[in-house]
């Protein structure tokens, strides 16, 4: 029987779809089973990113401050009744701070350091007598610092202003520093310095014409030939070289000043053979120590009549009270007589 195309075309359809339906997959038969448990590759961590909170407004800027300006420091009160505080500065000190160097008559070797501290301990011996109080910077043969001879201006400035320190913290109303002189040897005589820049200027100046006249005197009592090379200012002796005064009783950069009037005594020349063979006579330095005394005492002498006289506060005004007002009672009669 001849089968017509439609019908042809079905019984392809019912064939195809009955294999579908018997037969597995032989794709399916070969692949092997999954594992029940899968690891998952772990995916990288992604880079920490800070979180900037968003600006809700604009920043605030702080102002720019305008720096303090450095105060001066402020000088110690020197103008008040006794007693008076002298700070004494024996100069230099310590086995790598002799200053200038001499020779006695016999030949023996004199250290500035070693004549300067006797002189010094002689003064503060006589002020204390006298009624004053003392600060001696240094009483031995040492330094406040260490003290690098090879460095030697770094040390010098160091040590100079641990020596300010104590007299400022002792509130001192006076510096006086003892030295004997060094230069070429022909030099002698007698030097004061005093720094006029200060605001104590003038009553450092009065200081040193005190001291000066009262040591030129001293040595002329002693018959030693008097060269009076006066009251100097203090520029003279060497600072830093961008400023002009002493360490001392200076204002340098970077330095704490002194802050009462003070004096650099240069009484003689250790370095002239004359005035050394004079600073070796234990009489010559105890008579500059007096000399020194009454130059200090002649000082607060004239300092006295200019100290201000103290402000007193007024007692206050009294508001009188008033005095009641007394009704005068008129005068009683005393008795009537009647003769009746």
Not at 17 to 32: D, F, G, H, N, V
Not at 145 to 155: K, L
Not at 186 to 194: I, K, W
């Amino acid at each position: 029987m001849r089968l017509s195309a439609p019908v042809l075309v079905l019984l392809s359809l019912l064939v195809l779809t009955a294999c579908a339906t018997s037969e597995p997959s032989t794709i399916a038969s070969t692949r092997e089973p999954a594992s029940a448990t899968i690891t998952p590759t772990p995916s990288p961590s992604p880079l920490a990113v800070a979180t900037v909170p968003r600006a809700t407004s604009a920043p605030t800027i702080a102002p720019m401050l305008t720096p303090t300006p450095t105060v001066a420091p402020t000088p110690i009160p020197i103008y008040h009744g006794p007693p008076y505080t002298v700070a004494i500065e024996a100069g230099h000190g310590g086995p790598h701070w002799w200053g200038t160097a001499g020779y006695d008559a016999d030949g023996n070797h004199l250290a500035e350091k070693d004549l300067a501290l006797d002189t010094a301990l002689r003064l503060g011996g006589l002020l204390r007598e006298a009624g004053f109080e003392t600060v001696l910077i240094r009483d031995g043969d040492f330094t406040l610092t260490p003290f690098d001879g090879v460095n030697y201006r770094p040390s010098m400035i160091a040590e100079t202003q641990a020596r300010v320190e104590i007299a400022n913290a002792r509130r001192a109303d006076i510096l006086v520093s003892i030295h004997f002189n060094g230069a070429y040897s022909a030099l002698h005589g007698t030097e004061t310095y005093y720094n006029p820049d200060r605001l104590f200027g003038a009553e450092s100046y009065a200081l040193a014409w005190f001291v000066q006249a009262e040591v030129l005197s001293a040595l002329g009592g002693l018959g030693h030939d008097v060269n009076d090379r006066g009251v100097r200012n203090d520029a003279e002796v060497g600072g830093d070289p961008n400023n002009a005064h002493s360490y001392l009783l200076g204002t340098n950069d970077g330095f704490r000043p002194s802050l009462m009037p003070g004096i650099i005594s240069e009484a003689l020349f250790l370095s002239n053979p004359d005035d050394a063979a004079r600073i070796a006579e234990e009489e010559t330095r105890q008579r500059l120590a007096e000399a020194y005394r009454d130059g200090i005492a002649a000082y607060f002498a004239w300092l006295s009549p200019r100290i201000p006289p103290a402000t007193l506060t007024p007692a206050p005004t009294l508001t009188p009270t008033p005095v009641a007002t007394l009704t005068p009672t008129p005068p009683r009669q005393c008795c009537t007589f009647s003769l009746w």
